[in-house]
């Protein structure tokens, strides 16, 4: 990593630091309520933590990439030694690692929360982590439909997808069996179906980080 690299990398955590720090805080400050002993604060915590991760990532999105071009700052990028590829690795690189220090964070402090709190039974654990990997996915296929779209319109509805896509796989994850059936166990259960969502999240994960490398990169009109 040469030090143009490094400084735009480090530009993208600068320009929106106030953003990680404030989604942290939100993410830590929910996770605190959602264990406060009742039913109703665990599920008050629970919805702002997971609301501040969504919205967290359609914003870091919109700011690190629609608006840069909306605003044509990127016009100043490409006028540095830097090929329109590589800027497109370096805003998917420095973005996801923008946004894996809040999830980051946030993940930890979810499944510390289902491990220590007294009451709050292990069998939660599974649904846990897959629903954090599933947030670190959905997020990259906004990061990347940001870097594909040309158009507002394309990027309001890549923010939808993405807002429907948490309930709907809450709701999916919620209807299968190894799931519904242990969340109140004291005892995580890593059976089948566990292994299967997590291998296709990791799957999604690396198809849609590498469409930009293969389409994006090599796109003639930049703007």
């Given at each position: 990593?040469?030090?143009?690299?490094?400084?735009?990398?480090?530009?993208?955590?600068?320009?929106?630091?106030?953003?990680?720090?404030?989604t942290?805080?939100?993410?830590?400050?929910?996770?605190?309520?959602?264990?406060?002993?009742?039913?109703?604060?665990?599920?008050?915590?629970?919805?702002c933590?997971?609301?501040?991760?969504?919205?967290?990532?359609?914003?870091?999105?919109?700011?690190?990439?629609?608006?840069?071009?909306?605003?044509?700052?990127?016009l100043?990028v490409?006028?540095?030694?830097?090929?329109?590829?590589?800027?497109?690795?370096?805003?998917?690189?420095?973005?996801?690692?923008?946004?894996?220090?809040?999830?980051?964070?946030?993940?930890a402090?979810?499944?510390?929360?289902?491990?220590?709190?007294?009451?709050?039974?292990?069998?939660?654990?599974p649904?846990?982590?897959?629903?954090?990997?599933?947030?670190?996915?959905?997020?990259?296929?906004?990061l990347?439909?940001?870097?594909?779209?040309?158009?507002?319109?394309?990027?309001?509805?890549a923010?939808?997808?993405?807002?429907?896509?948490?309930?709907?796989?809450i709701?999916?994850?919620?209807?299968?069996?190894?799931?519904?059936?242990?969340?109140?166990d004291?005892?995580?259960?890593?059976?089948?179906?566990?292994?299967?969502?997590?291998?296709?999240?990791?799957?999604?994960?690396?198809?849609?980080?590498?469409?930009?490398?293969?389409?994006?990169?090599?796109r003639?009109?930049?703007?």
């Amino acid at each position: 990593m040469n030090t143009l690299t490094s400084k735009l990398i480090a530009k993208d955590f600068h320009q929106h630091r106030w953003l990680l720090a404030g989604t942290i805080a939100i993410g830590m400050i929910s996770l605190f309520v959602a264990g406060g002993g009742t039913p109703m604060l665990f599920n008050i915590g629970m919805l702002c933590w997971l609301t501040a991760i969504a919205a967290f990532g359609c914003v870091l999105a919109m700011l690190g990439i629609s608006s840069e071009r909306k605003e044509r700052a990127l016009l100043f990028v490409l006028s540095l030694p830097l090929s329109f590829g590589d800027y497109v690795r370096l805003k998917l690189f420095g973005l996801l690692l923008c946004f894996f220090v809040p999830w980051l964070t946030l993940t930890a402090g979810a499944i510390g929360l289902v491990l220590v709190k007294a009451g709050m039974p292990d069998g939660l654990l599974p649904f846990t982590i897959l629903l954090c990997v599933f947030l670190l996915a959905n997020f990259s296929m906004v990061l990347c439909c940001a870097l594909f779209a040309t158009s507002e319109g394309f990027m309001t509805l890549a923010i939808i997808v993405h807002n429907i896509a948490i309930s709907l796989f809450i709701f999916l994850i919620g209807v299968i069996p190894e799931f519904y059936g242990h969340l109140q166990d004291p005892a995580p259960v890593w059976g089948p179906a566990f292994w299967t969502v997590l291998g296709i999240e990791a799957a999604f994960l690396v198809v849609i980080c590498s469409l930009p490398y293969f389409v994006v990169a090599r796109r003639r009109d930049v703007i």
